[in-house]
């Protein structure tokens, strides 16, 4: 990289409005990555571009030069077609367990590299994890070998990948400048785009539960990827869906788990399912595989894809048991009901609050380096729109610790508003972006 630019210059111009170049934006990058630029220089220029955001093609310079710091996989090696899917993060949010499988028998390659709870929003490496022995930390050769046997594999980011974005998150995350949407659109798009695929269908969640709560903001987030992807040659979706109410009925790890097993024992909930088959449908179209929901749905009802499941358990250390018997998952031992205290309709559930809530009871970190409680966490047994009679069980809070699973309990009660009169569902799918 030529070394001759300077690094307050470029500052600068983004701070004046101005726009960058690639080789200026890969210089800032590359040097940061290298140590020879301070943290100071970086946090600045991730101010600059908050304040005055930056165009469609400095975000792909940005996503280029973050991707390039470190290294691409190569799957060329795989015959059939490799797409993967990404959310950008909700409550409940279990899709890519039943997904990942169910697309790998359809002759469909899932490299999925996935990431852990971030802010309220659970991950999906933990629910994995709750898996007694189940290793999300393959080497890549060991990921490769594995794509190769079964068509997937799930693994969580390595060092390797997309180093700088490591680095600059850290930065973002304490310099208040993580809501940014070209800062996000190059940051999950980098660590995507170097899984070497043919396509990517991405899960664009908006609503109380979601990062970007406005329908608005959200939207141009799922644009700009899509731009992105298209721009480097990766045939890229999104699908918006609403997180205005938990997914499904299980919030938390190891109860997340169960409900994917059930789901792909064909048992899975509806507002579940119309998102797995709706993201699966359109990886297949990416796929150029034929069928649609209806393969999907063939995939499940035949066993195929809880077997796809077992396989990749068994392959990835983890104990396969859990399928046939829950009780070889960490399960809480209380249980404690939440009824609703007057008769009405569900008007609206707070589904910030219920990830807030899972952290507090001990199912997600306050800090990177706490341990969580895969045990814990909630049943949703009412959602928006649903009538409820005074005494109905709304949601149950489920811990090892009785007198927290209480207190939690009783902060759950105001995440549920109940009002007279009836009020009418939103689809959970709002639209698909090509
Ligand atoms: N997830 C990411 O990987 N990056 C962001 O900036 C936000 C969410």
Redesign the pocket.
Known sequence: MNMHFNTSAIIRKKRDGKKLSAKEVGYLISEYTKGNIPDYQISAFLMASYLQGLDPKETTYLMRSMMDSGVILDLSGIKSPRVDKHS??GVGDKVSLILAPLLATCGVCVPMIS?RG?GHTGGTLDKLESIPGFRTDLTIKEFKRQLKEIGVAMIGQTTELAPA?KKI?AL?DVTAT?NSIP??AA??MC?KLAEDLDGLVLDVKFGNGA?MQEYRRAKQLAQTMVQIGRRSGVKTVAVMTSMDDPLGMNVGNSLEAIEAIESLKGKGPEDLMEVTLTLGAEMLKLAKVRGGIDLLQERIESGAALSKFRKMIECQGGDSRVIEDYSYLPLPKYTIDLMAKRTGYVSGIDCFSIGILLIDLGGGRKRKEDSIDASCGFKIHKKTGDHVNRGTCLAQVCSDDRSKAQRIADRLKQAFSIQSKPIRQKRIVREVLK
Do not use: A, P
Request: aromatic share 14%; charged share 20%; proline share 0%.
């Open positions: 950008t993060g990431g971030l974005d998150y973002r993580v800062l996000i940051s999950i660590k990062f």
